[in-house]
């Protein structure tokens, strides 16, 4: 199959009557890479990994491959390869004929066909399964034979769109660290979509996340989970606390809060100015119990194996999210500080 | 739930009696034709005053059934592989795609279903006469495929959303052009349907009176009309001739029925609603 | 370049892509052999075969009574027949909603009058409710009348022959639409204290009614269409003269093709002005989901 050292998308969208679902898409992804796409759902995830596809025409902008024009190629034409949510295996055809399909549009020799199905059978482990249908697999099977038949033509690309979503967690974790081995050992360029942001943070070399059809932050795992650009991408990254404040100063990247009787200073991200009203973000396990500063009445506790998530109310009626390994009990009076450098302050 | 449905109210009772009152009819509107066409002699008594099977050979020879039941035979066979060919894929893009203009589309491919044959039978008629088609086979082809594409759309079009697209797009992601699509991923998937429309249109088409009888010429007529002709003509013939020749196309229908019923539900004869699985 | 991607992505967003060429013979189809034909028909009627002005041929059938009244018989056979066959079919297909050992075989016989068609029908009940048919024998030998009830060759016959074709139709669709409603909801209504004939009314009925309204169109048009029996178990000089009869002897008797397609077109648009009603009062029902799977 023929390679590329980079895929360019300039200023993808796709409008669906009056709605967009998809503006300005730019990306730039090079040979070998593992892309990820992340947001909640209908932030046009999807829409993008089909427009890269092909089975969704573009309204506007190109897709480049190295200097070739391919957005008005058709998906056959592109040659590249696709896993489903549903895996989308033909019902009608085994497990061989599933992989072979690709292989045989092509009309390579047949030789080759046996050959090379026969190889991708035995990659993902289902040489006893070979001569089935679909229907008689369990998800994680099919979920291989899926993978097996869109790898086999070693593809220039690599779509998978939420090819986890539908299977039981202990099999998703498995799945990852296949999808990653496979990634590695077979070369490939992957865009992988998703709304879990574990799994993209675990598996991608980049992450691109999106909101309302826009890109919000494209970036490392590391810098998405650290520094989220924006208090929405924050909020998706599990900065389960955010609060609409007001900035008592400002100086440098310094801003000052109030809270509940007290101050807290944060980092800010974007542009603030004193008096700005400001989202302010932090994880719940950067709020720390007995800390100084914050003082609260524990509501609500849940026990989550190693962790508790604590909800605790403020002396001013604002509530917080807090994960602690230390045991407390609703009703309890705590104290509670802010790990350094962990508090995001954002213009609303 | 089932035990509920058969409980002995008096309202059940009412409606079964109901229900066994209209199938005792019915038998003995199907029946009384049946023994009319083994009567010798039929008059004023319960049944007739002998046996015999004389009229089918006559009615055989004298209304020339062997060509009347090959027309008929051969005109449904056409309508049925043209109303599929043209109807199938129209039936893919309704079901598949939105576009400017689908309603209209869709409902100027829904009025001949809905509108009475004799409306729209007259002028095309007229029309196929002026043409030169009418008065042979091609004419009472034509003509039947006016209700018979409308009917394959509409028969095809839930067997084809039952078929997930993205089974589709994965056919295309790997390499498949359109033609491939169809003929390896769809093909094969919709056999269910084409089977169900096609066997669904044979039978409106035997049973189809009003239009064969408007477009059909002296050696074109099919059984329901040849049927109609030799009944409306009573006193030539001897009315257990038309009797039998009744139940040949009684018996035809019914083979074609059972054949059906192998395919599809007895709903789907009227509607394209299809039953609910069993649970 | 530029120019071609932009009508592309024009195009993209109206949904227009070549799998709409797919659409292209049965458009030809329906555009050469039913709009054509139609369209044909209706200027046709405009051109009256003995002269006069445009409107002749209207004007000769509703100045002749003879003709005019031919609307009246059919609205008068057509309308309580689809009428009864959709109310005969509400309560029975209430009560065989659900599983019961022996449903498909009744289904099946159903289907049966719907594939035997309206002459054959014809023919069975001239056999069966004649003078000296089965049915009058039975009447007489349970001493319920006294001389042969005339049931053929009349309005009545043509009525029964629309009852046996009509009815299964109706009682299949209706029972498709029932089964396409969740039970879980009568149940539902059931805890909240509604009794068997409130769940009915309040629950049941509203969502079937669409159903209902669609069921008896096309019961309606079926009917409206009667001709074979109208001819053979009716009276077709006098009470039966329903106007596709009408139609139809002005095209093949008289050979008045403008005349017969006038005839056609009035029986169009009356047949369109009941199904327009119809529609209307559907319209103000309750069409969403029905929590069926379906």
């Excluded at chain 2, 006193?235 to 009744?246: E, K, L, N, P």
């Excluded at chain 3, 009348?145 to 049931?151: A, F, K, M, S």
Aim: glycine content about 8%; some cysteine.
């Amino acid at each position: 199959m023929r390679q590329f050292d980079r895929l360019r998308l300039e200023g993808v969208g796709r409008r669906f009557g009056a709605a967009d679902a998809l503006i300005g898409l730019d990306l730039s992804i090079e040979r070998g890479e593992f892309i990820a796409l992340l947001g909640p759902s209908g932030c046009g995830k999807s829409t993008a990994l089909n427009c890269l596809a092909g089975l969704l025409p573009l309204t506007a902008g190109a897709i480049w491959q190295d200097d070739r024009r391919i957005d008005t190629l058709p998906p056959e034409r592109r040659g590249f390869g696709m896993v489903f949510q549903n895996y989308a295996l033909f019902p009608h055809l085994t497990v061989r004929d599933n992989i072979a399909f690709g292989l045989r549009m092509r009309r390579l020799p047949k030789d080759e066909v046996r050959r090379r199905t026969a190889a991708a059978i035995e990659m993902v482990r289902l040489d006893e399964h070979a001569s089935k249908l679909p229907g008689q697999l369990s998800g994680g099977q099919q979920q291989r034979v899926a993978i097996a038949r869109a790898t086999v033509l070693e593809p220039s690309l690599v779509l998978m769109d939420e090819p986890l979503s539908n299977l039981d967690a202990k099999l998703r974790l498995e799945m990852r660290t296949e999808i990653r081995r496979l990634h590695q050992s077979l070369g490939l360029t992957t865009v992988y979509v998703t709304h879990d942001q574990e799994e993209a943070l675990s598996m991608a070399d980049r992450l691109v996340v999106m909101r309302a059809g826009r890109v919000q932050q494209i970036g490392t795992p590391e810098e998405v989970h650290t520094k989220p650009s924006t208090w929405h991408v924050a909020d998706f990254m599990g900065y389960r606390n955010l609060l609409t404040l007001k900035a008592d100063s400002v100086t440098g990247s310094q801003v000052t809060v109030p809270l509940a009787g007290t101050t807290l200073t944060g980092t800010a991200q974007g542009v603030v100015a004193a008096g700005d009203e400001v989202v302010a973000a932090v994880r719940p396990e950067d709020l720390k119990l007995g800390g100084e500063g914050l003082k609260g009445l524990v509501e609500v506790v849940e026990y989550q194996g190693r962790e508790h998530a604590v909800e605790v109310v403020l002396d001013d009626g604002t509530r917080v999210h807090v994960r602690t390994e230390q045991r407390v009990d609703p009703g309890a009076q705590v104290a509670l500080g802010v790990s350094p450098g962990r508090l995001l302050v954002y213009p609303s | 739930m089932s035990n509920r449905s058969i409980r002995a109210t008096p309202t059940a009772w009412f409606i079964w009696a109901a229900v066994v009152f209209f199938f005792v009819n019915l038998a003995g509107v199907v029946g009384s034709v049946l023994v009319s066409s083994f009567g010798q002699k039929w008059f004023d008594t319960w049944v007739p005053s002998g046996f015999t099977t004389q009229w089918y050979g006559d009615a055989w020879r004298e209304f020339g059934l062997l060509q009347v039941i090959s027309v008929t035979l051969l005109a449904s066979g056409l309508v049925v592989a043209l109303s599929v060919l043209v109807g199938a894929p129209a039936a893919y893009v309704l079901a598949r795609q939105n576009f400017p203009g689908k309603r209209l589309v869709y409902l100027t491919f829904l009025l001949p279903i809905l509108m009475p044959p004799i409306t729209y039978g007259i002028p095309l008629a007229t029309v196929l006469y002026k043409f030169g088609f009418a008065g042979h086979l091609s004419g009472v082809v034509l003509a039947n495929l006016v209700p018979s594409v409308p009917f394959v759309i509409l028969t095809m079009t839930p067997f084809i959303e039952q078929v997930d697209p993205r089974i589709e797009s994965a056919a295309r992601m790997l390499g498949a052009n359109t033609r491939a699509v169809f003929l390896k991923i769809l093909a094969p998937l919709l056999v269910p349907g084409l089977l169900a429309s096609a066997i669904l249109v044979l039978v409106r088409t035997v049973g189809m009176f009003e239009l064969t009888f408007l477009t059909a010429g002296p050696d074109s007529q099919t059984l329901v009309v040849a049927l109609y002709y030799s009944m409306s003509a009573a006193g030539i013939r001897a009315q257990q001739s038309v009797d039998a020749m009744a139940v040949m196309y009684t018996a035809m229908m019914l083979v074609l029925l059972v054949v059906a019923l192998r395919f599809v539900n007895p709903t789907q004869l009227v509607a394209r609603v299809k039953e609910e699985p069993p649970e | 370049m530029t120019a071609t991607a932009s009508w592309h992505h024009r195009l993209a967003e109206r949904g227009v892509d070549r799998r709409l060429w797919l659409l292209l013979p049965a458009t030809i189809f329906v555009l050469l052999l039913f709009v054509y034909p139609f369209l044909y028909g209706l200027s046709l009627s405009f051109q009256p075969l003995n002269g006069g002005g445009l409107l002749a041929n209207y004007e000769k059938f509703f100045g002749d009574a003879y003709q005019r009244d031919t609307i009246v018989t059919t609205l008068k056979i057509a309308l309580p027949a689809a009428l009864l066959n959709v109310l005969a079919a509400v309560p029975i297909a209430f009560r065989m909603r659900g599983r019961f050992r022996g449903k498909r075989l009744l289904t099946t016989l159903l289907v049966v009058p719907i594939t035997l068609g309206t002459v054959l029908t014809a023919q069975g009940l001239l056999n069966y409710l004649g003078p000296t048919g089965w049915f009058n024998r039975v009447l007489l030998s349970l001493h319920l009348i006294e001389d042969p009830v005339r049931l053929t060759n009349n309005y009545w016959g043509v009525f029964f022959s629309l009852v046996i074709t009509g009815f299964p139709f109706a009682f299949l669709l209706v029972l498709s639409y029932l089964s396409g409603i969740d039970p879980t909801l009568e149940r539902a209504a059931a805890t909240l204290g509604a009794s068997r004939a409130q769940r009915f009314r309040r629950i049941t009925l509203p969502l079937l009614a669409p159903g209902l309204a669609t069921t008896f169109l096309l019961t309606f048009v079926l009917a409206f269409s009667v001709f074979p029996s109208a001819v053979l178990v009716g009276n077709p000089a006098g009470s039966t003269r329903v106007i596709s009869l009408a139609a139809y002897q002005a095209a093949y008797e008289q050979y008045d093709y403008a005349y017969a397609s006038a005839i056609a077109m009035i029986m169009g648009a009356v047949e369109l002005v009941v199904v327009v009603i119809v529609l209307l009062w559907r319209s103000r029902l309750y069409t969403g989901s029905t929590g069926g799977k379906g």
